[in-house]
């Protein structure tokens, strides 16, 4: 599977963003889904993820309350709402995903086999 991350963009802080990742192929409702992003000099770090048999959820403790993620399965689209942006959510933000038939729901980077090139997201202060 393919996986194209958009919607990115120069925000206020406060304000509000939501950034959408396609993915092609097949099969992409089996798929458990996830943003990571990284911002300069830092390790690629969790945001938010998503399972498909149920649509759970999971978020680093950063962006809880004010992020959210959802998919929507006939477009093959994951979404993160982001609101309430603050300086330090600035990053370039990645859409990843890994084929599962268990109840898994991972956060770590090292489980996810499928990457998108990202998209950047910019809030000044």
């Known amino acids: 599977v393919q996986l194209q991350a958009f919607g990115g963009g120069l925000v206020q802080a406060g304000g509000s963003l939501r950034i959408s990742c396609v993915a092609s192929?097949?099969?992409?409702?089996?798929?458990?889904m996830a943003w990571f992003r990284q911002a300069p000099g830092n390790e690629r770090e969790f945001v938010a993820a998503?399972?498909?048999?149920?649509?759970?959820?999971r978020y680093a403790d950063s962006v809880k309350g004010r992020f959210t993620i959802s998919r929507d399965n006939a477009k093959n689209t994951v979404y993160l709402q982001m609101n309430i942006l603050k300086p330090e959510d600035t990053a370039v933000y990645y859409c990843a995903g890994y084929s599962d038939d268990s109840y898994s729901l991972h956060t770590s980077r090292i489980e996810y086999a499928y990457w998108g090139r990202g998209t950047q997201v910019t809030v000044s202060s």
């Open positions: 998503i399972r498909w048999r149920d649509s759970l959820t």
């Open positions: 192929g097949r099969a992409f409702s089996s798929y458990n």
